[in-house]
């Protein structure tokens, strides 16, 4: 009888515990969810529309949207994937910015307008 009893008890603590709210999630992972989506909203959009117009037309756009570190995409020159990219654009939970070679460019206020307009939902190009 005293192992039943033991045992009801347990059983009724375990029950308990799992009715306790959840602690949420571990620190950084909804950002890094976050961060990852605007990327891929960017990476959607950037395909879409530079991908398409002749300005653009000399780079590639690669996607590291790897979720355990910092999600990037790179432009890299056309048909030159080992190439160093031109630009690196990284995405944040606040939205998404680029540097390298081409933010001294003519294309630099184009490129952060789009990245800017992109990350904040827009689809237009």
């Known amino acids: ?3 039943i009893w033991s045992m009801l008890v347990l059983a009724s603590g375990l029950a308990v515990s799992a009715c306790s709210p959840a602690s949420g999630p571990a620190p950084g992972l909804s950002s890094q969810s976050q961060s990852v989506s605007i990327l891929q909203r960017v990476n959607n959009q950037a395909h879409a529309c530079w991908l398409k117009d002749k300005e653009f ?5 690669v996607p590291e949207l790897d979720t355990t570190s910092t999600p990037r995409l790179l432009m890299i020159p056309r048909g030159k994937p080992q190439s160093l990219p ?7 939970a606040d939205g998404a910015q680029f540097y390298g070679p081409l933010s001294a460019s ?3 206020g184009r490129i952060n307008d789009d990245i800017s307009r992109w990350a904040s939902g827009s689809k237009s190009c």
């Open 1 to 3: 009888m005293k192992q």
């Open 57 to 61: 037309a000399d780079y590639g756009i």
């Open 86 to 92: 031109r630009a690196v654009i990284v995405a944040s």
């Open 106 to 108: 003519p294309l630099a």
